[in-house]
């Protein structure tokens, strides 16, 4: 059952993930959307897809939310739980929404 204040963009975002759809995943970051992996800095459409081809999609990945930390209309924290070829282990993931798309997805130390 998920989580009653994890907005919907982020259940369907994981789920796009774990079902290894990379199409459907980019479609929720605008052209100029960013993903920050652990200080590494991945802008724009083309360099998460590079990013999401080795580290998230590519890699088999499953991404388990674990616990929502904190949730407003503009940012959502949550830990997650992430297993697949390349890395295995949690993490936080920070989320800034804007208009209903992902503006930035952060992954940090949880």
Known sequence: MADPTLPTVIES???AINRG???AFLAFFPDDGLVEDWGRRFSGHAAI???S??????AKGTLTIA??????PQTVE???DWKSSFFSGASKF???LEGGKVRELRI???
Do not use: H, M, N, P
């Not at 081809?53 to 590519?58: A, N, R, S, T």
């Not at 616990?67 to 407003?72: D, N, R, Y």
């Open 53 to 58: 081809d080795k580290e998230l999609i590519g």
């Open 108 to 110: 940090s130390e949880s």
């Open 49 to 51: 897809r590079g990013w």
């Open 94 to 96: 920070t989320f800034t």
């Open 13 to 15: 975002l994981r789920q």
């Open 67 to 72: 616990k929502v930390l904190s949730a407003s």
């Open 78 to 80: 949550v830990v997650a």
């Open 21 to 23: 759809d990379t199409e």
